[in-house]
């Protein structure tokens, strides 16, 4: 069936909803965990800068300082967005700008855009001190032709279940090289950020940190147009090794690197932490987020922790969370495909946003209702991560992106097929999957359905490399896994 111009950007529009923080308020569970105000505690070192001490086995927790405010750039370009197009001011790539947003507002901002580029363009909406949201307060973005049509992707972010004020990033995108796409013309194109969901919230503004990524077209056309439909969906093994030290940012552009290993930080609640990972063409990234336990307090906070995922043009992947009740809980990012340049064609957003090469983002918040039952904290998070698969050659892009480092793997950064190493310690856990692979066929997962196809087990050869240890090791709380919460639009 041909599927005309009018009807091809409206079947991409249906990938314009995005839940930030999936979860759905749903917690229906009735826990009576009672959590001891004294006790033994295994000695540790210090969390988060030496908040909370160790002294003859007792723990001690001092007064926790306030989370630090949302790190923008020192270079970001101020800018006002328009209420209208006639007077939208111009983006240019590879810059960060920083404007702000009042509740129900559209806001217009201008792109000049050529006939081969990608354009990227992601908001980061930053509720300011003392702000109150509710579930369904976010920002959308999308980029538009002067015909006000909707060009390949738009994105929209919200606070969901948390309710508990914090960075959260929404994307939007302009692509050339196939039919599927409108905006394919050389020209003047539109950046539209809109606040949406004001019930419950505060009538207060919302900063915003813009970026815009241009990516180059290919030398020649691709070779496929069709994203991969199977990869290994295993759990891998626990990478052995104590944790390092490694305290998170407080802004994109502040992310903390971190590479395959075990890594200990504290966080408080209202607080998001910024880590960046380095993940080559080839390559899958894992990544789980261990939540302490509580030395004081009870009660049950239904989504408290979350974890989401964000590529390098700062395009939500996916997210994950967890309630908290005082006792140790976990949190993992369901298996994603490795990073290849033909999983944009993809429908699924998980699987269209490990599109590039370079620096993808953790970040992590714990919600600030957490302070209310457990104190201020902070509270110890490990966090683990594993980047499996031997790096490819990527695509002939016939340019530079800009940034012109945008899609680039920082060198020394970058983890070889079954590194298996985390603190300079050999990975004997087996192969990257954990010793059996699950293969996922996606090809239809626009119809809902899943194949799951369990093979043999398999092992590799691991190629050993040691990670030089950044800072002491800590102790680590064990995970315990928790269930999630149900997820949805």
């Not at 209208?84 to 920083?98: F, H, M």
């Not at 090289?177 to 003047?188: H, I, L, S």
């Not at 919230?201 to 496929?224: F, I, M, N, Q, R």
Request: with cysteine.
């Amino acid at each position: 069936m041909t599927v005309g111009y009018e009807e091809a950007w409206q079947v991409k529009g249906w990938r314009v909803m995005r839940w930030h923080g999936r979860a759905l308020a749903s917690a229906t569970v009735a826990l009576c965990a009672t959590a001891g105000a004294t006790g033994t505690a295994s000695p540790a070192a210090a969390v988060a800068g030496g908040q909370q001490t160790v002294v003859a086995g007792t723990r001690t927790t001092v007064a926790a300082a306030a989370p630090k405010p949302y790190a923008f750039p020192e270079n970001a370009t101020t800018v006002e967005g328009a209420a209208d197009t006639t007077g939208s001011v111009r983006l240019e790539p590879g810059k960060a700008y920083k404007s702000s947003i009042r509740r129900a507002a559209k806001l217009y901002y201008r792109l000049e855009l050529d006939a081969t580029s990608n354009a990227y363009v992601s908001a980061t909406a930053v509720p300011r001190p003392g702000t109150t949201v509710s579930y369904s307060d976010g920002v959308k973005v999308s980029v538009q032709d002067g015909n006000s049509r909707d060009c390949s992707f738009s994105g929209t972010a919200h606070f969901g279940a948390t309710q508990s004020p914090h960075p959260v990033a929404a994307w939007a995108s302009r692509e050339t090289g196939g039919k599927q796409y409108a905006c394919q013309a050389p020209g003047t194109y539109y950046v539209v950020v809109e606040r949406s969901g004001t019930t419950g919230s505060s009538a207060g503004d919302w900063d915003l940190e813009l970026t815009y990524v241009s990516e180059p077209g290919l030398k020649k056309a691709a070779g496929s147009t069709s994203a991969p439909e199977a990869w290994n969906s295993a759990s891998p093994d626990a990478l052995p090794g104590q944790p390092k030290r490694r305290s998170g940012g407080a802004g994109f552009g502040t992310a903390s690197a971190l590479r395959q290993g075990n890594w200990q930080d504290g966080i408080s609640p209202g607080q998001t932490l910024f880590y960046k990972v380095p993940v080559d063409w080839g390559q899958q990234l894992y990544a789980t987020a261990d939540l302490g336990s509580s030395t004081g307090g009870d009660g049950y906070v239904g989504t408290a922790l979350v974890m989401a995922l964000y590529n390098p043009v700062r395009g939500l992947v996916d997210d994950v969370g967890s309630g908290y009740d005082g006792g140790q809980r976990s949190a993992a990012l369901d298996p994603l495909p490795p990073v290849a340049y033909e999983n944009r064609y993809a429908l699924n957003d998980r699987v269209s946003g490990m599109r590039f090469a370079g620096s993808y983002y953790l970040v992590v918040h714990l919600a600030a209702q957490v302070a209310d039952k457990f104190g201020d904290g902070p509270f110890g998070l490990t966090l683990h991560v594993r980047v499996n698969g031997a790096a490819r050659a990527g695509p002939e892009y016939a340019g530079r992106a800009e940034p012109r480092d945008a899609f680039d793997v920082p060198a020394g950064d970058s983890v070889e097929a079954s590194d298996g190493t985390a603190g300079g310690e050999p990975d004997t856990g087996g192969s990257a999957g954990g010793g059996t692979m699950k293969v996922v066929a996606v090809g239809a997962i626009g119809t809902g359905s899943l194949l799951v196809l369990t093979l043999g087990v398999w092992t590799v050869a691991a190629r050993r490399r040691a990670v030089p240890a950044p800072e002491d090791a800590t102790t680590a709380s064990a995970p315990v896994p928790a269930p999630w919460e149900p997820r949805g639009w």
